[in-house]
């Protein structure tokens, strides 16, 4: 527990914490919301695609931002503009008012801002921790945030239930108010600039160092692939296989499992360290891809809350692991923006597959479309073993 020790590491693990909650209650919240205020698929696929598509189209920027300008009043603004624009949409559906358009723009300035705290958050880390504390402190990190997600989770099925949608995307604006007050107090060195070169140069700087680095851009690219798929096909299908099988308060256990499996899978985590640190993290994640098949192919609650509580323990081995490479690789004052890569590649085609999903669904049906989300995933997460730098054991840190 020494990196808690740390102010500016538990600051800045207080904040995204608290942040975590409140989307946990979001990922589930949300989705009814949508469901209760239009009755229509397409339009939840609208607003969650929405959402991800101005995450994606400024991720570059905030990752280029987070390496130009003072990171803590950056992290801080971001977080109070994510808290307006979802009080702001739980406004609208306590309100009953059918403006699609209006909760997609607002979803969409929340993920304007997560584009700026995602690779920020990433990249202050290593910066609030020594080198001794990397690994530990990252897992600690990542037990926090999980388990705060896990609460929000599962909590959100039965209050919505109780509640309503409206008053808990609510809650999820006021965590960000919270967090944004628990970063305020955050102090970190400011990275000392060689030279002062425009937003497009910085741009391009961390695509040479994404490019350059081809253990990095394969597991990324697999990862366009898997993401589509779990994104159209659990946020999207999900709720709505939801409806007609297990219940909504059993949709919000099963997501929650597999939280859950991310809070074990830090501890495991605590203790691994192999030679080949890529190959182990690919092997782990690959049973992720196969998520929406197995909502299906198990239908009983228990045991699907047990297959996904066991992904997830893998999954959080991945994160672990990967997390730690890219901080371990990559010089501190180029992380922000590969971060950003990293996050573009990896959420790149998850409006097109959110966007697709009900479409799709309608066309092969809801079971052919899950069971077919499955198989790609999987058949893409796999493929990043064929590499040789993925099979490969660590180099020398950069």
């Not at 501890?267 to 080949?276: S, T």
Request: proline share 5%; aromatic share 6%; net charge positive.
């Amino acid at each position: 527990m020494a990196a808690l020790r740390l102010p500016a590491f538990r600051r800045l693990a207080l904040g995204a914490t608290i942040s975590r909650f409140g989307n946990g209650l979001a990922t589930v919240a949300l989705a009814f919301a949508m469901l209760d205020l239009t009755h229509s698929v397409s339009a939840l696929g609208l607003v969650v695609a929405a959402r991800s598509a101005a995450n994606v189209a400024l991720l570059l920027v905030g990752g280029a931002l987070a390496d130009r300008l003072p990171r803590r009043p950056l992290l801080v603004v971001s977080a109070l503009v994510s808290g307006a624009a979802q009080l702001a949409i739980g406004g609208v559906v306590a309100a009953h008012l059918d403006l699609v358009a209006l909760v997609a723009g607002l979803a969409a300035v929340n993920g304007a801002a997560a584009a700026v705290a995602q690779p920020l958050t990433t990249a202050l880390v290593p910066q609030t921790l020594t080198e001794d504390l990397l690994q530990e402190g990252n897992t600690l990190f990542r037990i926090g945030t999980n388990t705060a997600s896990l609460v929000g989770t599962a909590v959100a099925g039965v209050g919505v239930a109780v509640l309503g949608s409206a008053p808990v995307v609510g809650i999820d604006g006021v965590t960000f108010l919270l967090a944004a007050l628990a970063w305020s107090g955050l102090r970190v060195e400011r990275l000392v600039r060689s030279k002062r070169t425009s937003l497009l140069t910085d741009i391009a700087e961390g695509w040479h160092a994404f490019r350059t680095r081809r253990w990095l851009w394969t597991v990324v690219v697999a990862f366009t692939i898997a993401n589509a798929a779990y994104a159209g096909a659990v946020n999207v299908l999900g709720p709505v296989y939801a409806d007609r099988s297990i219940g909504r308060a059993g949709w919000g256990f099963a997501l929650a499992a597999i939280t859950a499996g991310f809070v074990l899978g830090g501890l495991v985590a605590l203790r691994v360290r192999p030679k080949r640190p890529l190959a182990v993290a690919v092997c782990c994640v690959v049973p992720f891809g196969a998520i929406p098949a197995l909502v299906v192919l198990i239908p009983v609650p228990a045991l699907l809350v047990a297959a996904l509580l066991l992904i997830g323990v893998l999954t959080e081995v991945f994160e672990v692991l990967w997390q730690v490479e890219q901080q371990r690789r990559v010089p501190a004052e180029l992380l922000a923006r590969v971060t950003s890569y990293d996050m573009l590649g990896s959420f790149l085609a998850i409006p097109v597959g959110q966007a697709l999903a009900a479409p799709i669904a309608s066309l092969v049906g809801l079971q052919p479309a899950l069971l077919g989300a499955g198989l790609i995933g999987t058949v893409a997460l796999a493929s990043c073993l064929l590499v040789k730098d993925v099979r490969a054991p660590s180099p020398a840190p950069a």
